[in-house]
C-alpha cells in the first residue's frame, strides 16, 4: 500500500478537503435559516417607536430584531407605578421570526412605560437584553433634556464582566485547541513523509504528539459543555432567576439552532476520541524500527552509502507490521490512507459547524459565500497558526537529538514542503478576512467608535505582523539554513572551517526556533482577538428612519404622505411602479404597468416579484403575476410585508415570449 501521495500533493488534499466542505454545507443547509443576519438578536426597531409620545393607549407592543429570534425571549412592560402592565405572555407572529409581541391590558393610564426585553437567538443561542420606553399622553418622569428617538438606545450591548470574561476565556481555549489539533492533522496527515528517511521521525512525532491530540480534543469536549452551560447561565441571569436555570438550557438546547449544532460537533468530537483510541492501539514493534532509526542517527552525509541498508531494513519493517503481533509501548503507524481521509473529514465538519454560527455568517447578505469564505478562512487560520505551533513544540524538541547537518536537512525539507500550503493558507485567510470584514462594516467610522471594530483592527494588525514573520522565516532563514546544510559536507570534518560552518548552522537553527515559537505567540494573541470578536458583537446597522416624521405619523399629526411610485427604463420597455397606501401593516396594492417603445401596454408578460427590506432580512414575500388588464396588480394582507418603516426593495423579473427576461429593482421608502 502507497502513502506518499497525500504527502507529496498537499494541494490536492486541501483541494479535496475544500469539496468534502461543500458537499456537506449542502447537507446542513436546508437544516439552517438562510437569512441575512448578526447571530447576536438586537433590536432595530419597535413600536410603539422608543422614546416616543403617543396618544392611544397601544394594544400590543412589537419589537423588531435584527435576526430571528428564539421562543424563548419574552418581555414585560411597567406602568409609571412600576406595576405589571402585561396581559398575556409574549410572543413570536406566525411568519415573522424577528418580531416579537406583546399585548398590553386595556385601558391604560397616562404616563412613562417601560418594556424590559430579553431576546434568545435563534442561530447562536446567546442572550441579548435592552429596555424601550415610550409615553401615553405625557411623560411622567419629569426628566430634563432632549428625547432620544429610535432603538440607538434601546439595546444593552455586551460588556466584560466576569460571565463574559469566562466566555471569552472558554472561547480562546476552545481556539487554541481547535487550531492546533487542525495543523497537528495537516502536519502528520499531509505535510510529513511517510518514505524510509522520515518514517522514524513521524513516529516518534505521533508518540510524542499523541497526549497532545487528547487533551485537545478533551478541551473541545469540556469547552462545548461550559460554553453551553455559560449561555444558559445568561439567559438565566437576563430573565433575573439566578444560577443554571434548567429550563434556560432546555431552551439554548431545543429552540435554537446552536442546539443541534452543539450536539452535532458532540458526537463528531466524540468520534475523534473513539478513531484516536483504536490508532494508538497500531504499533510497530521497537526492534523493528531500530535499524531505520540507528542510521537516521548517523547523519545525513552518509545516508547515500547506506541507501541499501536503509532500503532492506524498511522492507523488514513493513513486513513486521503487517505480519507481526503488537508488540507493546512501540512506535505508531499510520497503516492506511483512509486515516488521514477520516481525520479530515471529521476536522471539515467540526470547523463547517463552527462556521455556521459565526457572526460574519449570519450579517454577510450571500449566505452560500459567506458559510464558504468563513469556513476557508477558519481552516486557512488552523493550518498557517497550528501548523507552526507543530513546528514550533512538536517537532523541534524531537530533532534536537540528531546530528546538526541532518537535522538541518530535515528541517529544510519540511518547511520546502510546508511553504506552498503556508503560503496558499495567509493568501485565502487575508482574501477571506477582508471579505467578510466588508460585509459586516457598511460604516467605516464603526471600526473606531465600536468594540468590535477596535478588536478587528488590533487583531489586522496581528495578522500583517505573523504575514512579515512568516514571510521572513520562509524566504531567508529557510534558504540560508538550506544553503548552510550543503556547504557543511564540503569541508573536511578535521578543519576548523567546518566547526564555523557548524557553529553558523546552529546559529540559524536555533534563530529558527526562536522565530517559530515567536509566531506562535502572535497567532494566539490573534485567536484571543478571534474569541473577544464572538463575545462583542458587529455593529447594528440601524435602519434609516426619519423618527421625528415617524412620530408624527404614528400619532396623526403628520399629513396624508404620498404613496410610493416610480418610474424606471428596462430595455425597451418602461415600467412604471405604484404601491398603496404606503403605510406599514396595511393591506397592500401593487399596481405594474409595462409599455413599450411606441407607447402601447404589453399584457402578454409574467412578472415575478420578490419584496424585501434592504438593510435587513425581513422575509422575501414573492408573488407571480400572468397577465395585464392592461396593468399587473398584486395584492398583500396586512403584516404579510411591509410591516417596518424603512427602505424596502421590489426586484422584478419580467419575462415576454420570444424574448430574454428583464430584471430590475425598485427602492421606495415606507412610514
Same mark, same amino acid.
Given at each position: 500500500m502507497r502513502y506518499g501521495r497525500y504527502g507529496r500533493y498537499p494541494g490536492l488534499a486541501l483541494s479535496a478537503l475544500l469539496i468534502a466542505g461543500i458537499i456537506l454545507f449542502q447537507t446542513w443547509s436546508p437544516l439552517m435559516p438562510a437569512p441575512a443576519a448578526q447571530a447576536h438578536a438586537f433590536v432595530i426597531g419597535s413600536e410603539p417607536i422608543d422614546g416616543s409620545t403617543v396618544t392611544t393607549p397601544p394594544r400590543v407592543v412589537r419589537i423588531f430584531f435584527n435576526g430571528p429570534i428564539s421562543p424563548a425571549s419574552r418581555a414585560l412592560v411597567f406602568d409609571p407605578n412600576e406595576r405589571l402592565v402585561n396581559a398575556a405572555a409574549s410572543y413570536i407572529p406566525s411568519g415573522h421570526p424577528r418580531e416579537l409581541d406583546t399585548p398590553l391590558q386595556p385601558n391604560l393610564s397616562e404616563g412613562s412605560y417601560l418594556v424590559r426585553w430579553i431576546a434568545l437567538a435563534a442561530n447562536d443561542g446567546r442572550t441579548t437584553q435592552g429596555a424601550i420606553g415610550f409615553n401615553i399622553g405625557h411623560s411622567s418622569t419629569g426628566l430634563p433634556g432632549q428625547t432620544i428617538l429610535g432603538p440607538s438606545t434601546s439595546n444593552y450591548l455586551p460588556t466584560l464582566d466576569l460571565l463574559g470574561i469566562l466566555s471569552v476565556a472558554w472561547e480562546w481555549l476552545v481556539l487554541l485547541a481547535l487550531t492546533f489539533w487542525i495543523g497537528l492533522l495537516v502536519m502528520e496527515q499531509v505535510v510529513m513523509e511517510r518514505r524510509a528517511r522520515s518514517l522514524d521521525l513521524l513516529?516518534?512525532?505521533? &508518540?510524542? $504528539?499523541?497526549?497532545?491530540?487528547?487533551?485537545?480534543? *478533551?478541551?473541545? %469536549?469540556?469547552?462545548?459543555? =461550559? #460554553?453551553? =452551560?455559560?449561555?444558559?447561565?445568561?439567559?438565566?441571569?437576563?430573565?433575573?432567576?439566578?444560577? =443554571?436555570?434548567?429550563?434556560?438550557?432546555?431552551?439554548?438546547l431545543l429552540t435554537t439552532s446552536y442546539g443541534p449544532l452543539w450536539l452535532a460537533r458532540l458526537v463528531l468530537i466524540a468520534l475523534a476520541l473513539l478513531w484516536l483510541a483504536v490508532t494508538a492501539r497500531r504499533r510497530t514493534p521497537k526492534e523493528a524500527t531500530a535499524g531505520v532509526a540507528r542510521v537516521l542517527r548517523r547523519g545525513g552525509s552518509r545516508f547515500g552509502r547506506l541507501r541499501r541498508q536503509v532500503t532492506q531494513e524498511y522492507r523488514v519493517t513493513k513486513e513486521l507490521v503487517t505480519t507481526e503481533e503488537v508488540a507493546p509501548g512501540g512506535s505508531t503507524l499510520p497503516l492506511s490512507p483512509w486515516d488521514t481521509s477520516l481525520w479530515l473529514t471529521l476536522a471539515a465538519l467540526y470547523l463547517l459547524s463552527w462556521t455556521l454560527t459565526s457572526d460574519e455568517v449570519q450579517q454577510a447578505s450571500l449566505h452560500l459565500s459567506a458559510i464558504v469564505l468563513s469556513w476557508l478562512s477558519l481552516l486557512s487560520q488552523a493550518v498557517w497558526l497550528g501548523g507552526l505551533a507543530y513546528l514550533g513544540y512538536v517537532l523541534l524538541p524531537l530533532l534536537a537529538g540528531m546530528e546538526a547537518d541532518h537535522q538541518a536537512e530535515v528541517l529544510v525539507?519540511?518547511?520546502?514542503?510546508?511553504?506552498?500550503?503556508?503560503?496558499? &493558507?495567509? &493568501?485565502?485567510?487575508?482574501?477571506?478576512?477582508?471579505?467578510? $470584514?466588508?460585509?459586516?462594516?457598511?460604516?467605516?467610522? &464603526?471600526?473606531? *467608535?465600536?468594540?468590535?471594530?477596535? #478588536?478587528?483592527?488590533?487583531?489586522?494588525?496581528? *495578522?500583517?505582523?505573523? %504575514?512579515? %514573520?512568516?514571510?521572513? *522565516?520562509?524566504?531567508? =532563514?529557510?534558504?540560508?539554513?538550506?544553503?548552510?546544510?550543503?556547504l557543511l559536507p564540503v569541508v573536511d570534518a578535521e578543519m576548523p572551517a567546518r566547526r564555523t560552518r557548524r557553529e553558523a548552522l546552529l546559529q540559524t537553527e536555533r534563530q529558527l526556533g526562536r522565530l517559530l515559537k515567536g509566531q506562535s505567540w502572535v497567532g494566539m494573541a490573534i485567536l484571543l482577538c478571534a474569541a473577544l470578536m464572538s463575545f462583542f458583537a458587529p455593529p447594528i446597522a440601524f435602519p434609516q428612519i426619519n423618527y421625528a416624521q415617524a412620530v408624527q405619523n404614528q400619532t396623526g399629526q403628520a399629513a396624508s404622505t404620498t404613496p410610493p411610485s416610480a418610474i424606471q427604463q428596462v430595455g425597451d420597455l418602461t415600467v412604471s411602479l405604484f404601491i398603496t397606501p404606503g403605510r406599514v401593516n396595511s393591506p397592500h396594492t401593487v399596481l405594474i404597468l409595462l409599455t413599450d417603445s411606441r407607447g402601447q401596454p404589453v399584457t402578454n408578460a409574467r412578472i415575478s416579484l420578490a419584496i424585501n427590506m434592504v438593510l435587513m432580512d425581513m422575509g422575501t414575500v414573492q408573488q407571480t403575476l400572468s397577465r395585464g388588464e392592461p396593468a399587473y396588480v398584486a395584492t398583500f394582507p396586512a403584516r404579510s410585508t411591509f410591516d417596518m418603516a424603512g427602505l424596502w426593495k421590489l426586484e422584478l423579473t419580467i419575462e415576454r415570449p420570444a424574448q430574454p427576461p428583464l430584471r430590475t429593482t425598485f427602492e421606495f421608502t415606507l412610514s
Open positions: 513516529m516518534r512525532a505521533q &508518540a510524542r $504528539a499523541r497526549p497532545l491530540q487528547w487533551l485537545c480534543l *478533551t478541551t473541545l %469536549l469540556v469547552g462545548e459543555v =461550559i #460554553t453551553l =452551560i455559560l449561555r444558559s447561565v445568561s439567559l438565566s441571569q437576563a430573565a433575573e432567576s439566578g444560577g =443554571i436555570d434548567w429550563q434556560a438550557l432546555r431552551a439554548v525539507t519540511l518547511t520546502r514542503r510546508l511553504t506552498p500550503l503556508l503560503l496558499m &493558507a495567509m &493568501a485565502v485567510l487575508l482574501v477571506s478576512q477582508l471579505f467578510l $470584514a466588508e460585509s459586516v462594516f457598511s460604516d467605516l467610522q &464603526a471600526l473606531l *467608535t465600536t468594540a468590535y471594530g477596535r #478588536t478587528l483592527l488590533v487583531r489586522l494588525g496581528l *495578522t500583517v505582523l505573523l %504575514l512579515a %514573520l512568516s514571510l521572513f *522565516t520562509l524566504f531567508r =532563514i529557510t534558504p540560508r539554513l538550506a544553503r548552510q546544510t550543503l
